[in-house]
Nanobody, 119 residues
Framework: QVQLAESGGGLVQAGGTLRLSCAVS????????VAWFRRAPGKEREFVAA????????IYGDSVKGRFTISRDNDQNAVYLQMNSLKPDDTAIYYC????????????WGQGTQVTVDS
């Protein structure tokens, strides 16, 4: 069981950068994987990126490949999302989520942080 808290959202011009942070509070055991998802107004939730907690392996959604980078700091119990070359289509609420084991669903979610990209 973990608790997640996102921060770092805000308003940025197209082409700009933002870095999101996800503070991971571990109560029982470390997560297997931590991911970022986003939900834009009127759209389905979209997978953005994920990183395994121990090995650091990463995967990305097609719409952010080459622009976003996910990383984790086990000492700080944090996961980060570096977002470069932002586009207005990246405007969404970004959520951090954790899965307890490989192949399991993301059961722990943060409250989200708003990212708005102005054209």
């Amino acid at each position: 069981q973990v608790q997640l808290a996102e921060s770092g959202g805000g308003l940025v011009q197209a082409g700009g950068t933002l870095r999101l942070s996800c503070a991971v509070s571990i109560h029982t055991s470390s997560p297997y994987r931590v991911a970022w998802f986003r939900r834009a107004p009127g759209k389905e939730r979209e997978f953005v990126a994920a990183v395994t907690w121990s090995g650091g392996s990463t995967i990305y959604g097609d719409s952010v490949k080459g622009r976003f980078t996910i990383s984790r700091d086990n000492d700080q119990n944090a996961v980060y999302l570096q977002m470069n070359s932002l586009k207005p289509d990246d405007t969404a609420i970004y959520y951090c989520a954790a899965a307890s084991a490989s192949g399991t669903a993301y059961h722990n979610w943060g409250q989200g942080t708003q990212v708005t990209v102005d054209s």
